[in-house]
């Protein structure tokens, strides 16, 4: 069986991506600057096919969580909470972070608050199944399929927004069940469309979930190798014109455009791995 | 308008063309006849495309016997991919023969044409530059693995413009000559060129890649075919004219040189292949 995600990634450009993110780990400075890099670096360390050092990772979102739970501004910080509960999965699951299970049990909280009309809400039923599958609520309840309509018409959902595939696959991760074939496929293109014309964070979010769920074809080979093949010499990812003047300032393209690429490009490398390795473990199974 | 007419308006519109490459052979004129001979050449001979065919025919071998093609050819070096395909259809047209090549092959004979050094030595030039510095390029070769390969990567890219849209009717045209089956010819890069056309209804490459991902290269899902004829037949039933030319931000390539009237008759001629073909799309 071919392995397309193995030479994604080397340890030793791993390392230097690292490094690359060390940083800006400085959360008095930029807390949701330093919340990502943390997480990217998390994603680099959790990684069992790449630096492979967990523990370091668990200690570095502790000393992330105290920061931010200590944080002056804490309440107006609006941290983005998927990030903090994917990170908290990534690296709770095999350590100890009572200060990290703090941060997430305040989202939550937060989360049982919302009115019932909030909690159907594609976004809040994705999270709360995050959040229950990292033991903090129950579960969802299940939205039956043939409710979302894009699923049966794929000639729309080829043409459908980014907000109305966002929500179509925040419902089917909530559900957690697996997605029908023509319209993993449907999404698989759209995806790697989008990422061409740089709409990363959009793309990715789809990537993710059709990676989460097995749903790996040649369009998602390509679309991981297209984000994985962005890395620059730095360690960060992604391209910018060094004949052309940029308008930001090297903080703001790191805070706006290369930490955001950094941060699903290490993300999407670990799933593609983790992908591959569990399709090389259960025989007969390989990607469709 | 029906599609009777749109093929009525597609024939009229190139016999003016053709026209106007035979009186003022001007640029424009030679890349209006040439982006429509771009896209016969690309696709099998459907019966829609019969009646173009015949009349870009006729056209080529007159400007081939009079000897307009082979001078083309030498003093328009850059334009040698279209008078080519020129000079192919050419000998189809009933009034040709065999001897109205002999002027093209004694220039092929005497080096003046068919040549094209810089593209050939530039690629050379790299892949040994780079071969001696221990980095190897993939093959440039004929094989159709290595043209399928190559044309696929092309997702790695970012972002689209008429270059892309050049790339997949040249493979088209090279997978043809050399009789690949299509399941071995590309089809990543052309279904996600389909894909992103769809998505911002750019009505004059979603007729071009429909027609190609519909009869040349593998068929692409139900739903792109689908969803391209929906947005195609709305736009002919409110249409009165040719399609539209490509949108501006992907119009221009620093590449090659593209003629606004040719590209909405190369596209508009494809829209009206595709709908009036009965295309069997593959089951999900």
Avoid at chain 1, 196 to 214: C, Q, T
Avoid at chain 2, 87 to 103: C, F, M, N, Q
Wanted: hydrophobic content about 45%; some cysteine; aromatic content about 6%.
């Amino acid at each position: 069986m071919s392995h397309p995600f193995e030479a994604l990634l080397s340890r030793e450009q791993a390392e230097t991506t690292l490094a690359y993110l060390d940083q800006h780990r400085d959360v008095a400075a930029a807390p949701a600057e330093a919340m990502l890099a943390t997480f990217a670096r998390a994603c680099l360390l959790t990684d069992p096919d790449g630096l492979d050092r967990g523990a370091s990772a668990a200690a570095e979102a502790e000393e992330l969580a105290r920061a931010l739970l200590a944080h002056p501004d804490g309440a107006t910080l609006k941290l983005d909470p998927f990030i903090l509960t994917s990170h908290y999965r990534m690296v709770g699951q095999d350590h100890d972070c009572p200060a990290f299970r703090q941060l997430v049990a305040t989202v939550a909280n937060e989360l049982e608050r919302q009115p019932e009309e909030v909690q159907r809400l594609g976004r809040v039923r994705a999270l709360r199944r995050m959040l229950s599958d990292a033991g903090f609520l129950s579960p969802p309840q299940l939205r039956p399929e043939k409710e979302l309509g894009l699923l049966n018409d794929l000639a729309a959902l080829l043409v459908a927004s980014h907000q109305e595939i966002d929500d179509l696959v925040d419902h089917l991760a909530a559900n957690g069940s697996a997605i029908p074939a023509g319209a993993a496929d449907i999404l698989s293109y759209v995806a790697l469309a989008e990422l061409r014309n740089y709409h990363v964070d959009w793309s990715s979010k789809v990537l993710r979930f059709l990676l989460s769920m097995g749903s790996v074809n040649d369009s998602v080979t390509e679309a991981v190798r297209f984000i994985a093949l962005q890395r620059s010499t730095s360690g960060g990812y992604g391209f910018t014109d060094p004949s052309a003047q940029d308008p930001l300032s090297p903080r703001d393209r790191f805070r706006t455009f290369h930490l955001p690429i950094t941060l699903h490009a290490v993300w999407l490398i670990r799933l593609a791995r983790a992908f591959e390795r569990a399709v090389g473990t259960s025989a007969g199974q390989g990607p469709r | 308008m029906s599609l009777a007419r749109l093929d009525e308006t597609v024939g009229a519109e190139l016999d003016s063309a053709l026209h106007r490459f035979s009186v003022d052979r001007t640029i424009n004129s030679i890349l209006d006849v040439g982006a429509v001979v771009e896209v016969l050449q690309s696709a099998p001979q459907l019966p829609s495309f019969a009646r173009a065919r015949a009349q870009v025919a006729a056209a080529a071998q007159q400007w081939l016997k009079s000897g307009l093609l082979p001078e083309l050819m030498v003093m328009k070096g850059a334009l040698s991919h279209p008078i080519t395909l020129l000079v192919e259809i050419a000998t189809e047209a009933p009034a040709y023969r065999s001897g109205d090549l002999d002027p093209l092959a004694a220039m092929v004979e005497g080096g003046l044409v068919g040549r094209g050094e810089l593209p050939t030595l530039t690629l050379q030039l790299v892949s040994a530059a780079f071969s001696r510095l221990g980095i190897t390029i993939p093959a440039v070769a004929g094989r159709a693995e290595d043209l399928r390969r190559i044309v696929d990567k092309r997702v790695l890219r970012s972002r689209s413009d008429e270059y892309d849209l050049a790339t997949l009717m040249m493979a088209a045209q090279l997978f043809r000559a050399k009789s690949t089956p299509r399941d071995s010819m590309p089809k990543v890069f052309p279904r996600i060129m389909l894909v992103e056309a769809l998505r911002c209804g750019h009505l004059n490459w979603i007729a071009l890649l429909a027609l190609l991902n519909g009869h040349v290269f593998p068929q692409a899902p139900r739903a792109m075919m689908l969803g391209a004829r929906a947005q195609l037949e709305k736009a002919v039933k409110g249409g009165t004219d040719l399609l539209p030319m490509p949108n501006p931000d992907v119009l221009y390539s620093e590449f090659l040189e593209r003629s606004d009237l040719g590209l909405r008759l190369r596209s508009t001629l494809a829209c009206y292949a595709f709908l009036n073909e009965d295309l069997h799309v593959a089951p999900l």
